[in-house]
């Protein structure tokens, strides 16, 4: 364990600590100064849990595994075999060799396929990790996405399959279903709404709230102990909507994602985030 | 032939730049092919939640703004779904009203099966001026039936709005909770008596 780990796992605990309770009699520019000194404090790598997965996610990169014994070293994530640097921002994207467009966990998966050889049954029955049990793909993510920190959403919208799955994208974010008659715009197509006290950031244009949004995923979810990624978002969305459990790594929510990749276009990656 | 290749060329840095683009036109039977990849295994009896009903069609197709035949169309078939109580009777508790406002259980897939399920109402109505835990996204409801002054008439149109919402207002956001036998009978009429009650919170 290398003296980086240690101290996440320090500040871990801290995290995971009650917060002391803030007076309710408190000025609202204190409670205001105390939450931005929390945030400085979780936005620094070095007390970031979500940095665990970004360093399992590196030894799991470069791990040799599967039928053919080899690392995923020689992935393409779109931008040449192994380059991850601006990789993440421009994902999900048209690849020639599958000839789909897919987000990166449905190209990891991929990877692990074609090039690894590794049977991902046992891992895409929980995609997700939960208490004890970390997920791979989580892992991964935050690895490959941490890797284009400081750098733009560009998406990668040319190839007619990239055009249809953003035309999808949009018309599932606004698509209206299910015993509670919701869709993703019911909650997130309209500036300042809340549900209770959580503000809905708007997703259903460009601005800067979505490149926010967009520019903060994977992130470590203090209320789950874990760092989630864009999948388990959409997940977690639909689950609160009512609706079924939707296909990990499915088409369907890579055209979501890339909907709103699209209105995040410009935004800066930070990752992993760290959220409620 | 040569003069479009700045064109050509001006076409593919805008197709490359960190800008969004707009979303073109897609057929309806494409999209419904990728919501079938993302819920085409959903589980037994779950798959209805899926399938559009000819109101949720059209507010999609409409995007919640339908033209005022559409609106009407609308209106006037979810007004067929609303079932008054047979005693009569529109005003339940409100004490359970509120559990029933507070309350975000059920239908969730996390859910255990039998999970009652709430209303929700404060995820997106404020209600009680004592509640500070309130969402934005419906309108606020603080002293409702004191402001109708408790008019019988008024408590039925709530009892028909929390019933089906789109028997008052076409393509409204608010979920049809009596139609989608979210809450049950009475529930509603205990989440009407949070409403109606001059004793309830909401009235205070």
Redesign the interface.
Known sequence: MNVHTLLAILVAALLLAPPAALSQAASDDASEREIERYRAMIGDPMANPGYLNVDRGETLWSTARGGRNVSLERCDLGEGPGKLEAAYGKLPRYFADADRVMDLEQRLLWCMDKLQGFDATELLKRPFSSTGRFSEMEDLVAFIANKSNGMKIQPQIAHPKELEALAAGEAIFFRRSGTMDFSCATCHAEDGKRIRLQVLPPLHEPGQQARDTMGSWPTYRVSQSATRTMQHRLWDCYRQMRMPAPDYASDGLTALTLYLMNNAAGGTIQVPSIKR | MWSLIPIAALV?MF???????P????D?A??ES??????????DG??N????DE??RV??QY??EPPAPEADKIVAREKTTVIFPADGKLIGDWKAGQRIAQSGRG????DPPGTASGGNC???HQMSPAEL?????GPPLVHYGRARKFDPDEAKAAYTRVFNSNAVLACS????FGY???LTEQQIKDVVAYLFDPASPVNQ
């Open positions: 593919l197709a490359l730049s960190a800008a969004a683009q979303a073109g036109k897609i309806p494409t999209v990728y919501v079938k990849s993302a819920f085409g295994k959903a589980k779950w798959e939640r899926v399938q559009q109101t949720q507010c999609t995007r919640n239908g969730q897939f996390s404060y995820a997106c835990s309130f969402g934005t996204l956001n608010m979920p049809r989608h036998n979210v």
